[in-house]
């Protein structure tokens, strides 16, 4: 009698409600209808056999309420249908295998799951993994599932709940052509803002292109085109390229808000918040690729939010500091900070709703890159006219300068002529002066307005030959006649020339290096007006009683004509200057010596033209060193002139 009681009671523990399928209402997800058991191993026949250890769940899923990660669950199943139809159930889980057992005892069994591979599934359909029930009008059995599914894997939570078959269909019909349309939409904009990319070279669109890239990989894996099409189907499918191409995703699509909004210039502290959302989201890639799936979309929900909010602030913030282009970009981001909120809420509300979530956020996002082209496209007219604006500028800068360079050079012809037309009157000038003095010995008041004459005519004179060197310099060039030149030679003349005038002002001029030819390759007539310039210059500004010391050296293929004073020195003001023609100096003629202001300026170019320089050494109070260095052979491949 007891056992009898025990055997009543064990059926009514055991009892369920079949779960009703009929094709004109929606039928119930299995969870409500299963009970379950921890799997025990060995073959299918224990799954089947009666156990005493089914109990009720409220969800299939082994991250709720402690279900175990292996485990057997079993439902009941009655057809309301008058006739045959043909179910689909989906079954996200890692793997599945499905026993069904008819009335008659009759067994069918089928494998399906994500770890599954496509080849070994009985509904070879990549995403959502799927089992076939095929019911006889009024036909009743049991549904057995062994469920091998770990919690910490990246799994699209779909409830499972079962379809007919033509509903299915039409719904799959209309998602594939749903993403299709929008990985079409996304990799053409991809491909063509890359091109843009290529003629523009703006950072703004390759990250464009790269967040349109990322987001293709991430829907294409979403939808199972990737491991339906591409993947090997003896191969398990990896649906973690689908968060791994989301986070890339959310990482190119902040540099792209930076880099298009120029956040570092018009919103520097938004700009480092941004910098720490990259950051977020690198950790949970990071997390993704370590396989802890639970912390990485857990901290990508948040991040996420964190995102849609941060680059939404960031374009307002530029917006306001006057940046024109933020007003298309807070047009476009509005689309997905709205589909990315409710995407986010369902996600957090219900992990069920994940797949409705997605489809907004998919619509969100066609439509923010729809406007996003339109907003990089005002960029474009953007470039092109300041590029416009830049040719203009180009060409009407080339015009001025090819003004510029026709009255240099219209000024350099009326120089060299004024300057060839005065110096023969000049001549004839000093000349009748000389003549004049000559022919009245005996009347000094004659004499003084003569040698007045003379010296004004002579201070002319040497202007109008500096004139005519600047002009020539300037226009056509000078053609140097090289030769072999003893340069020793021509400081020994020079230094004989100045020989008188150094002793009127009672300076001391030491000559060294005269004892050893140092012979050079120049022009002898250009080269001594370049030492002549430095030794009159050093003279001419040395106080009386100073020093001037003039020295000959060769350096390996270089040779030095170093002439040093004890003038008054050059400030950096003057150094800066010191080679610019007309350019008025500090120092002072010490002895009332003309100065044209063109000596130095003629001196250096003359030492470019033989391949050389002038170097200068001078502190104030301390006197001055000028060196013209030339080399010692005449460069090859130069011409002069």
């Not at 009666?50 to 082994?62: E, H, K, M, Q, V």
């Not at 909010?309 to 940046?323: K, P, S, Y």
């Not at 250009?526 to 100073?546: C, E, I, Q």
Request: hydrophobic share 45%; charged share 20%.
């Amino acid at each position: 009698m007891r056992a009898a009681v025990l055997l009543v009671l064990a059926a009514c523990a055991h009892a369920q409600e079949p779960l009703p399928l009929d094709p004109s209402r929606r039928a119930a997800p299995l969870d409500a209808h299963a009970l379950v058991r921890a799997d025990p191993g060995g073959s299918l026949d224990d799954v089947t056999r009666p156990s005493d250890a089914f109990g009720p769940a409220t969800s299939l899923y082994p991250s709720a309420e402690g279900l175990p990660e292996r485990y057997i669950a079993r439902i009941e199943v009655a057809s309301a249908a008058s006739e045959p139809a043909r179910w689909i159930v989906p079954l996200s889980f890692n793997a599945v295998t499905a026993v069904w057992v008819g009335a008659d005892g009759q067994r069918e069994v089928s494998r399906t799951g994500h770890d599954v591979p496509l080849a070994e599934r009985s509904v070879p359909l990549a995403h959502p993994p799927v089992i076939a029930l095929d019911l006889a009008a009024g036909e009743r059995g049991t549904l057995f599932l062994r469920v091998a599914h770990d919690p910490n894997t990246y799994n699209t939570v779909i409830t499972p709940r079962p379809v007919p078959e033509e509903a299915f269909r039409q719904s799959l019909r209309a998602s594939d052509l749903f993403h299709s349309v929008f990985l079409g939409v996304v990799l053409a904009l991809a491909f063509y803002n890359l091109f843009l990319f290529v003629s523009f070279r703006d950072r703004s669109y390759l990250y464009y292109v790269l967040f349109l890239g990322s987001m293709a990989v991430f829907a294409a894996a979403d939808q199972g085109f990737i491991q339906q099409w591409l993947w090997p189907p003896d191969q398990p499918g990896r649906f973690e390229i689908q968060f791994w191409g989301l986070a890339l995703a959310a990482i190119s699509y902040v540099q792209f808000v930076r880099s298009y909004l120029r956040s570092r210039t018009h919103a520097p502290r938004l700009d480092v918040v941004l910098r720490g959302v990259m950051g977020v989201w690198a950790v949970c890639l990071g997390l993704g690729v370590a396989g802890q799936w639970i912390v990485a979309t857990t901290i990508a929900s948040g991040a996420g939010l964190l995102l849609l909010l941060m680059t939404f602030a960031t374009g307002i913030a530029v917006h306001r500091a006057g940046f024109e282009a933020a007003r298309y970009y807070l047009l476009a981001a509005s689309c997905l900070l709205i589909a990315g909120l409710v995407y986010i809420v369902m996600y957090l509300v219900d992990p069920a709703l994940h797949g409705t979530g997605r489809v907004v956020l998919a619509l969100g996002i066609l439509l923010e890159v729809l406007l996003l082209a339109v907003a990089l496209s005002k960029r474009i007219q953007g470039i092109v006219a300041a590029r416009q604006q830049a040719v203009g500028a180009q060409h009407e800068a080339e015009a001025t300068s090819e003004a510029l360079r026709d009255a240099n050079a219209l000024k350099t012809r009326l120089l060299g002529v004024a300057a060839h037309d005065l110096r023969s009157p000049l001549a004839g000038i000093v000349g009748l002066a000389d003549l004049i003095a000559f022919e009245t010995p005996d009347r000094p008041e004659i004499h003084e307005l003569t040698d007045a004459i003379q010296r004004g005519g002579n201070r002319t004179l040497s202007l109008i030959q500096d004139l005519l060197v600047t002009a020539a310099l300037e226009g056509t060039g000078i053609d140097l006649e090289r030769r072999a030149t003893d340069l020793t030679e021509v400081v020994r003349e020079i230094a004989e020339q100045y020989a008188p005038h150094v002793e009127d002002k009672e300076q001391t001029l030491a000559v060294a290096g005269l004892a050893t030819p140092l012979v050079a390759s120049v022009d002898p007539d250009r080269f001594y007006a370049v030492v002549d310039n430095l030794v009159s210059n050093a003279v001419k500004y040395t106080p009386r009683g100073g020093r001037i010391e003039v020295a000959c050296r060769q350096e390996g293929e270089r040779a030095c004509i170093r002439v040093a004073d004890t003038g008054p020195g050059l400030s950096a003001e003057d150094q800066a200057a010191l080679f610019e023609p007309f350019q008025p100096l500090t120092p002072s003629p010490t002895g009332g010596e003309a100065s044209t202001g063109l000596g130095l300026s003629i001196a250096k170019e003359l030492a470019e033209l033989h391949g050389g320089t002038i170097e200068v050494e001078s502190a104030l109070g301390e006197g001055s060193a000028f060196t013209v260095v030339v080399p010692v052979r005449e460069p090859s491949g130069v011409e002069a002139g």
